[in-house]
């Protein structure tokens, strides 16, 4: 399974973004494994960093994307992708993914 988890850091040690479409990164994890990290280009901008961030992580085939929370447009974005999600915070990105 291919996860995709908000991130406020580069690595595994930060901890999970309150946000998801302008979040600082997306950390690709491939089997519990780092396998990338990717600094959101959708950060800074007009509208439509979520259908921005849910296009970006379809072509990355990702599985499942973990974030603090997901606005409504994510969430419709990331449903006609046929991506789960979850959300999860207050925690870093290692703990989450032993949650997983």
């Known amino acids: 399974m291919k996860v995709a988890i908000s991130s406020v ?3 595994e040690n930060s901890e999970i973004s309150l946000v998801s479409g302008r979040a ?5 994890f491939e089997d519990k494994k ?4 990717i600094k959101n ?4 901008g007009g509208g439509g960093a979520g ?5 970006m992580l379809a072509d990355e ?3 499942l994307v973990i974030s603090g929370r997901f606005g409504p447009n994510m969430k419709q974005a990331l449903e006609e992708k046929n991506i789960k999600y979850k959300e999860i915070s207050g925690i870093s990105i290692k703990e989450a993914l032993e949650k997983i």
């Open 9 to 11: 850091g580069k690595d």
């Open 24 to 28: 600082n990164y997306y950390l690709i």
């Open 34 to 37: 780092l396998v990338k990290a």
């Open 41 to 44: 280009p959708f950060k800074i």
């Open 51 to 55: 259908f921005g961030v849910a296009q």
């Open 61 to 63: 085939k990702v599985d």
